[in-house]
């Protein structure tokens, strides 16, 4: 079975520019969970869908960040305009749902603004 | 006081050796426990379910606490290979990390 898919792999963007990630997750997952993970702050949740819905986005750090899933095996991480503070490495992953249900990732999105 | 918080480490030990890792968490409704190994420039990938009667996968033990809101991850016998970051990972609607702990295993 395909695991988690994100492209793209690695971005190198200049500030001002906008930024869109992207995500496929496991057939069958109804979770889908985008982090972003940095040396300094560990890995943060942004924001997490259950059956495409967003259902917490308070992890978003600010109005330059939003997230979509169209259907449930598409989802997208926009950042407009980026910013320097924005480079991370941004992993998606995905869940059946439910208590004790596990997280799959993604290789994850290694984003460079420079 | 962060929602998970783990021993950031490092810990430098020799093969064969035994380490164990802590965590708590601040929510006390939480309702499904993990831990997660990361690999340098990799995604974190899943090493075992916490259980309340505490669950063991061959050198692997884990064990949960409820009342003191705590977890930990025991390693016996420890390989080159089980040098990795090491996740804490607690769930009640969504999936909260702890900023995980270093170990290296040394020859």
């Known amino acids: 079975d395909a695991g988690v898919i994100q492209s793209p792999r690695h971005e190198v963007t200049e500030m001002g520019q906008e930024v869109t990630l992207r995500c496929k997750p496991i057939s069958g997952h109804n979770s889908l969970f985008w982090y972003r993970q940095t040396m300094m702050r560990g890995l943060e949740l942004l924001i997490y869908?259950?059956?495409?819905?967003?259902?917490?986005d308070s992890g978003m750090p600010e109005d330059r960040f939003s997230a979509k899933m169209p259907n449930a095996s598409f989802s997208t991480l926009k950042i407009q305009p980026s910013e320097p503070r924005d480079s991370a490495v941004y992993f998606c992953?995905?869940?059946?749902?439910?208590?004790?249900?596990?997280?799959?990732f993604g290789s994850g999105t290694q984003l460079s603004v420079l | 006081r962060k929602e998970v918080e783990q021993d950031p480490g490092p810990f430098n030990v020799p093969e064969g050796a035994t380490v164990a890792f802590n965590c708590t968490y601040s929510n006390s409704a939480s309702q499904s426990f993990f831990w997660y190994r990361q690999d340098c420039r990799k995604e974190p990938k899943l090493l075992m379910s916490v259980y309340s009667s505490g669950n063991e996968d061959g050198r692997f033990t884990a064990q949960l606490n409820r009342a003191s809101q705590y977890i930990s991850l025991l390693i016996r016998d420890s390989k080159l290979s089980d040098s990795a970051t090491y996740l804490c990972v607690v769930k009640k609607n969504d999936m909260r990390f702890g900023a995980g702990t270093r170990l290296t295993v040394k020859p």
């Open positions: 869908f259950n059956n495409n819905v967003p259902i917490d």
């Open positions: 992953a995905s869940s059946r749902g439910g208590e004790g249900e596990k997280l799959f």
